[in-house]
């Protein structure tokens, strides 16, 4: 089993719509959770960075973490076709000398918002 | 503030081969993490570089290797290359670990 599970989609979406992404994660140890999109060929870029169970908003995106369920998600309102690019969970464990500067990510889930 | 650079953004190499990726962090950056992204596996974490030690890796075998120089710029590099290592290899620079890591974007390492 994976320490980090995300439902790969793809999922398309008419513009405007709010799309909502989730990860679960079997790792207690996870303390920092991220998510990062990434374009096609690009690099990935993060989006949102959160330590702290609940809700985290910047702009149209809501970050949510639920530690006591080991679920995070993200809610992307007024989707644009813009948004269209993969949409991968991250997540950093503190836990000493193994978790030194290692992300483990979600498989990303494709998303497409169609004008 | 500029962001991560790799070099080279392209690279082909041929089953045998050995090859050389090179990583600038951000600038104040200490910490550099390598990753190797594959439509199958993912991103998967390969090692880390703080200060010009190693302090994490991943769990590849041993022709995976690396290092970091004193102005904190990383070069990984792998030996024998095999068709499977063909991959989207990334570089991501923070302060410190829990801090936020930065991508760069990426090296397309194709293997023939």
Known sequence: ?115 | KAGVTQTPRYLIKTRGQQVTLSCSPISGHRSVSWYQQTPGQGLQFLFEYFSETQRNKGNFPGRFSGRQFSNSRSEMNVSTLELGDSALYLCASSLARGETQYFGPGTRLLVL
């Open chain 1, 1 to 115: 089993q994976k320490e980090v599970e995300q439902d790969p989609g793809p999922l398309s979406v008419p513009e405007g719509a709010i799309v909502s992404l989730n990860c679960t994660y079997s790792n207690s140890a996870f303390q920092y959770f991220m998510w990062y999109r990434q374009y096609s060929r690009k690099g990935p870029e993060l989006l949102m960075y959160t330590y702290s169970s609940g809700n985290k908003e910047d702009g149209r995106f809501t970050a949510q973490v639920d530690k006591s369920s080991k679920y995070i998600s993200l809610f992307i309102r007024d989707s644009q076709p813009s948004d269209s690019a993969t949409y991968l969970c991250a997540m950093e464990a503190n836990a000493g000398g193994t978790s030194y500067g290692k992300l483990t990510f979600g498989q990303g889930t494709i998303l497409t918002v169609h004008p």
